[in-house]
Antibody, heavy 123, light 107 residues
């Protein structure tokens, strides 16, 4: 069965960086794009960007451009997202989610989600 | 960016009542709208994509309609497990955007 398993919770100080991982299994990793979505406590969902798992396009939401980096390691079926220059407003649950399309196109339909990684930014 | 507005913010239903949730886009998004369900402490779950296509395994009591700027998610006689928060999301433009959510409560 398709699974996306994310790394564990992190506590970081303002100004630091955090790197979150998302490991896919149960499907051919390189055939699907992975999205990242975050959710601040008690708030709604915010799309951060997407990464083509076979080394193709990476798209960032403009508001995260320059502060977020998405990478992938096909050998371990894992994608990573690094958020730098953390501030308190970045405290959130971060989800990875698979795009529905199996031709590795970014269609924006998110069919399977990871369990989430809680990132707390606090001095 | 496309702004999605959902109404109502909270919908309280008695058992057996059908639910009608609305999502309005700030510009024409054709039919490129999806709906997700989220329960407390869980990741969102895809219900409907491209306005009216149910995702695999989603019961037929969930249906979607609309086009352009106005969309609806209908839940016929919600089951106890359907009481959750529902988000709409558009994929017509970048960045992909979500609505603020509608909470479906038991009255």
């Amino acid at each position: 069965q398709v699974q996306l398993v994310q790394s564990g919770a992190e506590v970081k100080k303002p100004g630091a960086s955090v790197k979150i991982s998302c490991k896919g299994s149960g499907y051919t990793f390189t055939k699907y794009t992975i999205h990242w979505v975050r959710q601040a406590p008690g708030q709604g969902l915010e799309w951060m960007g997407s990464i083509n798992s076979s080394g193709g396009p990476i798209v960032y939401a403009e508001r995260f451009q320059g502060r977020v980096t998405m990478t992938r390691d096909a050998s371990t079926s894992t994608v990573y997202m690094t958020v730098s220059s953390l501030r308190s407003e970045d405290t959130a649950m971060y989800f990875c989610a698979r795009d529905q399309d199996d031709w590795n196109r970014e269609t924006g339909v998110l069919d399977y989600w990871g369990q989430g990684t809680l990132v707390i930014v606090s001095a | 960016e496309v702004v999605l507005t959902q109404s109502p913010a909270t919908l309280s239903l008695s058992p057996g009542e059908s639910a009608t949730l609305s999502c309005r886009a700030s510009e024409d998004i054709r039919r490129f709208l999806a709906w997700y369900q989220q329960k407390p402490g869980q990741a969102p779950r895809l219900l409907i994509y491209d306005t009216s296509n149910r995702a695999p395994g989603i019961p037929a009591r969930f249906s979607g309609s609309g086009s352009g700027t106005d969309f609806t998610l209908t839940i016929d006689s919600p089951e106890p497990e359907d009481f959750a928060v529902y988000y709409c999301q558009q994929r017509n433009n970048w960045p992909r955007t979500f609505g603020p959510g509608t909470r479906l409560d038991i009255k």
